[in-house]
């Protein structure tokens, strides 16, 4: 008699063994779902903060409009202000030897030295420069940028460009200043060259740290090979974006001596990026997107050179200011152009501004149609419907854009007809996101291509990518909280009739989303925000308990204190157009006059009193000037969870 297992037995153990597998992938699974859930609802936070953020800066056109229509009757004594508001023109620099004769690099620069006309040598010098992270020499940025100024000069609206099945074409969308992500690109695909021909789709700045050594390569590349590396403008070459943004910031930075130069001259450059690429008369290739009214026809014929900012749309002054403007400086001003000798400078029309604004700033929906996009405040929303209409329209096949952070890199949608490619990895926060980028050639399905750029992340398993990516977007979501506390208060109130200090949790939500504006999954992120009892009633005012405003006047009112935060990135900006010399300082009677007409125009209720006061105060020395931004840059939110546990963590 053998001493075998029985085969029931064997059964058994296998049905055991079975219904643990089981039992232990539905667990995974169910644990993998909740970590993508968790991850996504991030992203969500990240996006639609980013969009309200953008949002904001395309309001301040129209305040700017305001501006233009009473700042000057106000101030009198400064008509100054309407040409460094929009009359931003490259006319004082033609004259390259003002800007760049007067540079010489001394002998103790170690960094790159390019040689004009620039060659490929040229491009390995500026990669392995800038690998090493030098910095190169204000006198080649200024080089480089009159080069290609130049170069750009002779391109269409729309550049063309056939391929090959032997000559494929690789198209790359934002790049954002991540000069890691451009480095594993070439490293992945290959250099620029006549035989390994790249569309680079705009937003090549802004956010990251290195964004003008990312426009120093692609311009080298551009100026060595014209034909065959194709650079379209973004929203984001823009220099009102880039005061909001970082650029201006990081441009400053690092030229302290001929930094202005270099920003006045780059803002000239922007405005000469075609607008577009079209590859084999089949595939077209912008920044954002389309609208109903997309005329490829006109847009062609646009001189695109005229759109200083979409900041500036075409705007006519009054007969007053003008006179006033011709009587003190000598010239006449229009919209957002000026032309000496009281010549009247041309614009682009409100139709052309339209188009192109529509062009950068446009985002693909599933919904039919075409209405206004609400996320952004500037372009619009299109349907597959739209979609289809303009390119059959055009005798297209497919429009490739980019515009959007998409988690895998890439986006299909509009039945196959609309691609989005995002080339900026880890764009939010380390492990938020594949960047990619697509080859396509003649009569073949375009090749997806995706990567991403890894340092610390590689190490860490994806729980603790999640979560660090999650706190990173609750901490964003909970500043903009406390720059609306007394609005949100407001409203819990008004939904509190028994004053209890407590909510329903759709009561809460309904407040967080009126208040803020912002379309996110509120029942979900309740448990990071705020305080929840037995019965599922929310402590309301436990939303701000953990963290709160700095304020650099003590004596300042709350109100008054959150509205500065809440709008401090607008006020920069507007502060530094109106600060003519650079010095940093504006008079107290420019801070008073241009609060009042933020005020009026924003509809924000604060007593003028109150700000006459804050004005007083922020006179440090009573010299009469104020150090606008840094009195800014003293506002920032304490986390007090955040410190609770730097300490524990230190014990």
Partial sequence: MGCGISSSTKDSKSEIALRAALIIQNWYRSYSARLKARQRYALTIFQSIEYADEQGQLQLSNFFSFLLENYTHINQNDPEFVTRLYGRTIQDIKDRHDFVGLIEVPDSYNGPRLQFPVTDNDIDLLLEAFKQQQILHAYYVLEVLFETRKALKQMPNFTRTKTSPSKEITICGDLHGKLDDLFLIFYKNGLPSGSNPYVFNGDFV??????????????VAFLVYPNDMHLNRGNHEDFMMNLRYGFTKEILHKYKIHGKKILQVLEDVYTWLPIGTIIDNEILVIHGGISESTDLNLLNRVERHKMKSVLMPPVMLDEDLVDLTINKMGTTT??????????LSEQ???REWEQVVDILWSDPRGKRGCFPNTSRGGGCYFGPDITSKILNKFQLKLLVRSHECKPEGYEICHDGKVITVFSASNYYEEGSNRGAY???SSGTTPRFFQYQVTKT??????YQRVRIMESS???????RMISRKTDLVYAFQLQDRNKSGKLSMSQWAFSMENVLGLNLPWRSLSSHL????MNGNIDYMSSFQDLHIIKPVKEAHSTLVEILYRYRSDLQIIYNVIDSDHSGLVSIEEFRSMWKLFNSHYSVHIEDSQVDELAERMDLNKDGSIDFNEFLKAFYVVHKLDKSKSESSTI
């Avoid at 992340?457 to 994806?462: F, I, N, Q, S």
């Avoid at 977007?473 to 500043?479: D, G, H, P």
């Avoid at 705020?530 to 009892?533: E, F, G, L, Y």
């Fill in 530 to 533: 705020v305080q929840t009892d």
């Fill in 206 to 219: 802004d956010r990251g740290k290195n964004s003008i050594e990312i426009l120093m390569i692609l311009f």
């Fill in 457 to 462: 992340t590689c190490a860490r398993p994806l």
């Fill in 334 to 343: 229009v919209g957002y152009g000026i032309r000496t000798n009281g010549c």
């Fill in 438 to 440: 697509i080859r396509v």
């Fill in 473 to 479: 977007a609750i901490r964003i979501l909970k500043e």
């Fill in 348 to 350: 682009l029309t409100k």
